[in-house]
Nanobody, 126 residues
Framework: QVQLVESGGGLVQAGASLRLSCAASGRTFSSYVMGWFRQAPGKEREFVAAIKWSGGSTYYADSVKGRFTISRDNTKNTVYLQMNSLSPEETAVYYC???????????????????WGQGTQVTVSS
């Protein structure tokens, strides 16, 4: 199993940007996919973005398309999430995730993740 460590969360104002990082370790890095989910207080964990290590195909939740960008650095075993134009409604704990099948429905992805990070808090003030 791969270990994931997130960083980069914090408190920002509405409209600001943040970049989250997720460093993976623990075994020869052969994860099929990595990505980000988020969970707001009282809500279910939801998919945000994902990237395939081979080929770099990306996937986004409709709510973040055009504002968030997921990328990877294979040499550092690190995945990034650049978040722009943040809104208060996006206040949540953001979790890095690895290894889940990308078959639909997307609503099932959070239950099929193989490895989770500990999460990093993102707070967007109005």
């Amino acid at each position: 199993q791969v270990q994931l460590v997130e960083s980069g969360g914090g408190l920002v104002q509405a409209g600001a940007s943040l970049r989250l990082s997720c460093a993976a370790s623990g075994r020869t890095f052969s994860s099929y996919v990595m990505g980000w989910f988020r969970q707001a207080p009282g809500k279910e964990r939801e998919f945000v973005a994902a990237i395939k290590w081979s080929g770099g195909s990306t996937y986004y939740a409709d709510s973040v398309k055009g504002r968030f960008t997921i990328s990877r650095d294979n040499t550092k075993n690190t995945v990034y999430l650049q978040m722009n134009s943040l809104s208060p409604e996006e206040t949540a704990v953001y979790y890095c995730a690895a290894d889940w099948p990308l078959s639909p429905p997307r609503s099932s992805w959070s239950q099929r993740v193989g490895s989770w990070g500990q999460g990093t808090q993102v707070t967007v003030s109005s």
